[in-house]
């Protein structure tokens, strides 16, 4: 059976854009004894070098984000209610009686998201998703000065999920992207053929500027952007709206909402999932988004590709993925980052 407990431990760790620096800990903790030189950024992206057994013949970016979804703490009531606003993306149907954790100064404090009681909805509010403004957080403060004691506004918020590794899959938060760092650490520990360099970034979900700002020390020729993405495989999804599924392994992207994909590279990454020995699929959509957003457009141009993991319920407070989609995407990244490090193809038509 396979060892989670790097990734349990990145993903029940506290890391919302903005505040990524125990995520990072962890993630230095790990790469330490393998990379040959290590940078913390300004804005606080984490990039390491390692070297392989030759020098690249193009320089190779693996990228992959430390940040995950969450709140901030905007305003404290008089009642020692809290108000918040989203940091990304978040899926608002499913928010109200959700526990959360307010990491603190003080350390994680627990509450749970609030609304209007559902008995007192009027038949038009029935049904629907709660306006992030019509919901709060209660920490079971009685006032203000109760609440002020323990939390201040711009305190990250993040979900009090679960962790679980039954039926072959593996259900917890902030799988995008604590599972692509994860599979980047693992990558890194590999004995590679070529340099590579590794960047995990911050703020992703609130508008790639770790990235942006990564891709402009690294300058690299090439990037692999290695992400979790929305697997729709579920009840009530038409079958040409449900974009990628588990146990299919690793998805390619050729046109998101940020970027179009090196076409080369898109190809290569089936050949190299071909040589692996495992399955690989489309991304059957153009929705979302990730760093290539930014990378590719940065210096005079980067050619991008895309490998990700399904996930089912991204951007809410439980995902899920394969077990077997992330060992196959593993064994897939590495040949298709030594394919491309090394020289593969030697250009883009």
């Given at each position: 059976?396979?060892?989670?407990?790097?990734?349990?431990?990145?993903?029940?760790?506290?890391?919302?854009?903005?505040?990524?620096?125990?995520?990072?800990?962890?993630i230095?903790?790990?790469?330490?004894?393998?990379?040959?030189?290590?940078?913390?950024?300004?804005?606080?992206?984490?990039?390491?070098?390692?070297?392989?057994?030759?020098?690249?013949?193009?320089?190779?970016?693996?990228?992959?984000?430390?940040?995950?979804?969450?709140?901030?703490?905007?305003?404290?009531?008089?009642?020692?209610?809290?108000?918040?606003?989203?940091?990304?993306?978040?899926?608002?149907?499913?928010?109200?009686?959700?526990?959360?954790?307010?990491?603190?100064?003080?350390?994680?404090v627990?509450?749970?998201?609030?609304?209007k009681?559902?008995?007192?909805?009027?038949?038009?509010?029935?049904?629907?998703?709660?306006?992030?403004?019509?919901?709060?957080?209660?920490?079971?403060?009685?006032?203000?000065?109760?609440?002020?004691?323990?939390?201040?506004?711009?305190?990250?918020?993040?979900?009090?999920?679960?962790?679980?590794?039954?039926?072959g899959?593996?259900?917890?938060?902030a799988?995008?992207?604590?599972?692509?760092?994860?599979?980047?650490?693992?990558?890194?520990?590999?004995?590679?053929?070529?340099?590579?360099?590794?960047?995990?970034?911050?703020?992703?979900?609130?508008?790639?500027?770790?990235?942006?700002?990564?891709?402009?020390?690294?300058?690299?020729?090439?990037?692999?952007?290695?992400?979790?993405?929305?697997?729709?495989?579920?009840?009530?999804?038409?079958?040409?709206?449900?974009?990628?599924?588990?146990?299919?392994?690793?998805?390619?992207?050729?046109?998101?909402?940020?970027?179009?994909?090196?076409?080369?590279?898109?190809?290569?990454?089936?050949?190299?999932?071909?040589?692996?020995?495992?399955?690989?699929?489309?991304?059957?959509?153009?929705?979302?988004?990730?760093?290539?957003?930014?990378i590719?457009?940065?210096g005079?141009?980067?050619?991008?590709?895309?490998?990700?993991?399904?996930?089912?319920?991204?951007?809410?407070a439980?995902?899920?993925?394969?077990?077997?989609?992330?060992?196959?995407?593993?064994?897939?990244?590495?040949?298709?980052?030594?394919k491309?490090?090394?020289?593969?193809?030697?250009?883009?038509?």
């Open positions: 059976m396979a060892d989670w407990s790097l990734l349990r431990r990145l993903c029940n760790t506290s890391g919302v854009s903005g505040a990524e620096d125990q995520v990072r800990e962890i230095l903790e790990e790469i330490r004894p393998y990379a040959d030189s290590i940078e913390i950024t300004p804005l606080g992206n984490l990039i390491a070098v390692k070297k392989g057994r030759e020098r690249a013949r193009k320089k190779l970016m693996l990228d992959a984000h430390m940040d995950e979804v969450g709140f901030l703490v905007t305003f404290i009531r008089e009642d020692g209610l809290l108000k918040m606003t989203a940091a990304g993306g978040i899926n608002l149907q499913v928010m109200p009686g959700r526990p959360v954790a307010i990491d603190t100064v003080h350390g994680l627990p509450g749970v998201i609030g609304a009681p559902i008995h007192l909805l009027d038949e038009e509010e029935r049904g629907k998703a709660v306006p992030l403004k019509d919901l709060y957080i209660d920490i079971g403060a009685a006032s203000r000065e109760e609440a002020a004691a323990l939390v201040s506004p711009g305190d990250r918020v993040v979900f009090r999920s679960v962790w679980d590794e039954s039926h899959r593996l259900k917890a938060r799988l995008d992207d604590r599972a692509g760092c994860a599979l980047l650490v693992d990558l890194m520990k590999k004995d590679l053929q070529y340099d590579m360099t590794f960047v995990f970034a911050v703020q992703e979900e609130t508008g790639q500027s770790g990235s942006r700002t990564a891709a402009h020390i690294v300058a690299p020729d090439a990037a692999i952007v290695v992400e979790a993405t929305t697997a729709g495989d579920s009840a009530g999804v038409p079958e040409e709206k449900r974009i990628c599924s588990l146990g299919k392994g690793p998805v390619v992207t050729f046109m998101d909402h940020g970027a179009i994909y090196d076409r080369d590279y898109y190809r290569l990454a089936f050949e190299a999932a071909a040589e692996a020995g495992v399955p690989c699929q489309s991304k059957l959509g153009v929705a979302g988004g990730n760093d290539a957003r930014v590719h457009a940065s005079e141009g980067v050619r991008p590709v895309s490998v990700s993991l399904p996930c089912r319920y991204i951007h809410s439980v995902g899920m993925i394969s077990q077997q989609d992330y060992h196959d995407t593993l064994a897939m990244l590495q040949r298709l980052a030594e491309i490090a090394g020289g593969e193809p030697a250009a883009a038509e």
